[in-house]
């Protein structure tokens, strides 16, 4: 009995005659966030077991000074709520605008970001949802010191 360890990006091939073409017999989740399933190659006839998993790597921020911290989502949604205070928005539209900067962060497959390219991900999205919040988030992730840094973002909001 052959048992294969997969990744995410790894292609299933046959074992013994190198075709792709595979059927699924049957899928169970395992313990450790694996997933077990049996499987048949079409070709050959010939079954074996893979188990799934997926590899958790910690997400870090380098931040402005250069320190590496651990990703933490909640970071953004307080940023977010900051910004949306008075606004129509509920918390459950806070946090889902949150794990789509999140989803998009790990997307990009990256063991590293900047709180920069968070911080633009986040404004992105917040430019569709809400303006007002936008221009508040903005304000203080770009540090604003004058009142002309206010006329340059509310111009580009009216665009």
Same mark, same amino acid.
């Given at each position: 009995?052959?048992?294969?360890?997969?990744?995410?990006?790894?292609?299933?091939? $046959?074992?013994?005659?190198?075709?792709?073409?595979?059927?699924? +017999?049957?899928?169970?989740?395992?313990?450790?966030?694996?997933?077990?399933?049996?499987?048949?190659?079409?070709? $050959?006839? =010939?079954?074996?077991?893979?188990?799934?998993?997926? &590899?958790?790597?910690?997400?870090?921020?380098? =931040?402005?000074?250069? !320190?590496? &911290?651990? @990703?933490?989502?909640? %970071?953004?949604? !307080?940023?977010?709520?900051?910004? $949306?205070? %008075?606004?129509?928005?509920?918390?459950?539209?806070? !946090?889902? +605008?949150?794990?789509?900067?999140?989803?998009?962060?790990?997307?990009?497959?990256?063991?590293?970001?900047?709180?920069? &390219?968070?911080? &633009?991900?986040?404004?992105?999205?917040? %430019?569709?949802?809400?303006?007002?919040?936008?221009?508040?988030?903005?304000?203080?992730?770009?540090?604003?010191?004058?009142?002309?840094? @206010?006329?340059?973002?509310?111009?580009?909001? %009216?665009?």
């Amino acid at each position: 009995m052959f048992i294969v360890v997969l990744s995410v990006v790894d292609s299933v091939k $046959c074992l013994y005659c190198g075709s792709d073409e595979l059927k699924v +017999l049957e899928t169970r989740d395992s313990k450790e966030n694996r997933v077990r399933r049996r499987r048949e190659c079409v070709t $050959c006839g =010939k079954r074996f077991t893979t188990y799934e998993y997926i &590899e958790k790597i910690p997400l870090m921020v380098r =931040k402005k000074d250069g !320190r590496l &911290e651990r @990703f933490q989502v909640d %970071k953004i949604i !307080r940023g977010l709520q900051n910004a $949306c205070e %008075k606004r129509c928005k509920t918390l459950d539209q806070i !946090r889902e +605008l949150a794990e789509q900067v999140r989803q998009d962060l790990i997307a990009q497959g990256k063991e590293e970001v900047s709180s920069r &390219e968070i911080g &633009e991900l986040v404004m992105k999205y917040l %430019k569709e949802v809400d303006r007002v919040a936008y221009v508040r988030f903005a304000s203080v992730y770009r540090e604003f010191g004058e009142v002309n840094d @206010f006329d340059e973002v509310i111009r580009e909001v %009216k665009k």
